[in-house]
């Protein structure tokens, strides 16, 4: 499996072929996409992973690899960076009831289990939890990280608002701050593409999503800018979240009205 962005560190990309192993299967795996080491990637603050990053990284290119939707192993980076500079703008009271390494590893692992991404969802679980014992997480360090990543979706939390411990407010933060913006519109793009979504129908009004089922049914491409994307600057959780978020949000509203605003023609003016 493959990190196919470039993101992950600056000139570390390249696009010849390359063989995976697998070590659990010992199947191989050959592709042309640009991928990078993990040995490579920089975490904020850390300089080069360690060791238990790498195993980290490793198991969630095994997991996401082959994702074509935006919740791929790029996704799970940028959340992870956005959870540390979260960490990092926090004042140093609250940023020290951080569990750091717990935060990292639930914002790496996050969409492992997601339905849109795993094909069995309780194999998925049961072979994420006999991992995270691995590296040394207590027991409670374990179930906390599920109860995180099962509870963080905005799907989750359409009927009422489901309370996340400190470490879950900021990777869920994390996780929608990649959500919008720029990022954020080009995967709501190449999400939708994916799954073969209309882009836009004027004569289809938004709806105001009443549960996770509901939310679930197909919709157009832009109206997901409505019906989710916009909401989500209202729902951070952190200080430092809602910094980051007030400057993306007006990115994505500039993108929807220069979309709806070309899509009508009236961006033209007479010459």
Same mark, same amino acid.
């Given at each position: 499996?493959?990190?196919?962005?470039?993101?992950?560190?600056?000139?570390?990309?390249?696009?010849?072929?390359?063989?995976?192993?697998?070590?659990?299967?010992?199947?191989?795996?050959? =592709? %042309?996409?640009?991928?990078?080491?993990?040995?490579?990637?920089?975490?904020?603050?850390?300089?080069?992973? =360690?060791?238990?990053?790498?195993?980290?990284?490793? #198991?969630?290119?095994?997991?996401?690899? =082959?994702?074509?939707?935006?919740?791929?192993?790029?996704?799970?980076?940028?959340?992870?960076?956005? &959870?540390?500079?979260?960490?990092?703008?926090?004042?140093?009271?609250? &940023?020290?009831?951080?569990?750091?390494?717990?935060?990292?590893?639930?914002?790496?692992?996050?969409?492992?289990?997601?339905?849109?991404?795993?094909?069995?969802?309780?194999?998925?679980?049961?072979?994420?939890?006999?991992?995270?014992?691995?590296?040394?997480?207590?027991?409670?360090?374990?179930?906390?990280? #599920?109860?995180?990543?099962?509870?963080?979706? #905005?799907?989750?939390?359409?009927?009422?608002?489901?309370?996340?411990?400190?470490?879950?407010?900021?990777?869920?933060?994390?996780?929608?701050?990649?959500?919008?913006?720029?990022?954020?519109? &080009?995967?709501?793009?190449?999400?939708?593409?994916?799954?073969? =979504?209309?882009?836009?129908?004027?004569?289809?009004?938004?709806?105001?999503?009443?549960?996770?089922?509901?939310?679930?049914?197909?919709?157009?491409?832009?109206?997901?800018?409505?019906?989710?994307?916009?909401?989500?600057?209202?729902?951070?959780? %952190?200080?430092?979240?809602?910094?980051?978020?007030? +400057?993306?949000?007006? +990115?994505?509203?500039?993108?929807?009205?220069?979309?709806?605003?070309?899509?009508?023609?009236?961006?033209?003016?007479?010459?």
């Amino acid at each position: 499996m493959n990190v196919r962005q470039g993101s992950l560190e600056d000139g570390a990309r390249t696009t010849r072929p390359h063989e995976h192993v697998h070590k659990d299967t010992g199947s191989t795996h050959t =592709d %042309t996409q640009s991928r990078v080491p993990p040995s490579r990637v920089r975490s904020r603050k850390l300089g080069y992973m =360690d060791a238990y990053i790498k195993r980290v990284v490793l #198991f969630v290119q095994q997991h996401l690899g =082959d994702d074509r939707t935006g919740h791929d192993v790029a996704h799970a980076y940028r959340v992870v960076q956005l &959870a540390l500079r979260i960490i990092e703008l926090m004042p140093e009271v609250e &940023a020290a009831r951080v569990n750091r390494r717990l935060v990292q590893c639930a914002a790496w692992v996050h969409d492992v289990i997601d339905p849109k991404v795993a094909v069995d969802v309780q194999a998925t679980e049961t072979e994420l939890r006999a991992f995270l014992e691995t590296l040394d997480f207590t027991e409670a360090e374990v179930d906390e990280i #599920f109860f995180i990543i099962t509870h963080m979706s #905005f799907s989750k939390n359409i009927e009422s608002r489901v309370p996340l411990s400190l470490n879950g407010q900021i990777v869920q933060d994390a996780d929608r701050l990649d959500a919008i913006g720029v990022i954020g519109v &080009a995967r709501a793009l190449y999400y939708g593409g994916a799954h073969g =979504d209309v882009l836009y129908d004027p004569a289809v009004a938004p709806r105001v999503l009443a549960d996770e089922s509901e939310y679930r049914e197909p919709g157009t491409v832009i109206n997901h800018f409505y019906e989710k994307l916009f909401q989500l600057k209202d729902l951070l959780n %952190t200080d430092a979240a809602r910094q980051i978020g007030e +400057k993306r949000d007006l +990115k994505m509203h500039s993108f929807v009205d220069d979309f709806r605003a070309e899509w009508e023609g009236s961006d033209v003016t007479d010459a």
